[in-house]
C-alpha cells in the first residue's frame, strides 16, 4: 500500500531533475554583475554558463582600484527557470586554497539586457584592517550573451 506513494515521489523527483538537467544542457549565457561600497571600493561578479557548465569570477577592488581579492568559481549546475543550483570548486587566488561548494542562487534577466542577480548567501567581507562589510544581495548587471 506504501509503494504507490512512493513510487509517484520517486517519479517526480526523477522528473524534476530531469527537467533541470535538460534547461542547464541547453544553457549559454554570460552576465556581469557589479556594486560599489563607498566603505572598501567595489566587486564585479562575472557568471558564464555553458551547456551545464559554470564559471563565475569574482574580483573586488579599493577604493585606489588595486585588487585586494577574487575568487574563481567553476563546477556544474542544475537550472529550475530562473535558479541556479551549482556544484563546484571555488579557488581563491590570495590563499590558492580549493574548497568543494555548493550555491543556489537566482538570475533574472530583463528586455534590456540588464540583470539582477539575487543570493542569500554573500555574507560579510572581513578588511585587513579589521572592519567588516556587509555584502549586498542583490546586485544589478548586465547580459553579455
Known amino acids: ?27 549559454q549565457s554570460s ?13 564585479m561578479l562575472k557568471v558564464d ?8 569570477n569574482l574580483v573586488r577592488k579599493n577604493t585606489d582600484n588595486k585588487i585586494i581579492s577574487s575568487s574563481l568559481f567553476s563546477g556544474i549546475f542544475l537550472r529550475f527557470q530562473n535558479h541556479y543550483y551549482t556544484f563546484g570548486v571555488k579557488r581563491m ?13 537566482f538570475i533574472d534577466s530583463l528586455r534590456t539586457n540588464e540583470a539582477v542577480y539575487i543570493s542569500d548567501d554573500r555574507g560579510i567581507l572581513e578588511l585587513d584592517n579589521g572592519h567588516a562589510i556587509n555584502l549586498s544581495s542583490l546586485l544589478l548587471g ?3 550573451r
Do not use: H, W
Open 1 to 27: 500500500m506504501i509503494k504507490k506513494p512512493l513510487l509517484g515521489v520517486f517519479l517526480a523527483v526523477c522528473f524534476i531533475f530531469i527537467q533541470a538537467t535538460f534547461n542547464a544542457l541547453n544553457t
Open 31 to 43: 552576465y556581469v554583475f557589479t556594486d560599489k561600497y563607498p566603505t572598501f571600493g567595489s566587486e
Open 49 to 56: 554558463f555553458n551547456k551545464g557548465r559554470v564559471k563565475m
Open 93 to 105: 587566488n590570495k590563499s590558492r586554497g580549493v574548497d568543494f561548494t555548493f550555491r543556489n542562487f
Open 142 to 144: 548586465n547580459k553579455i
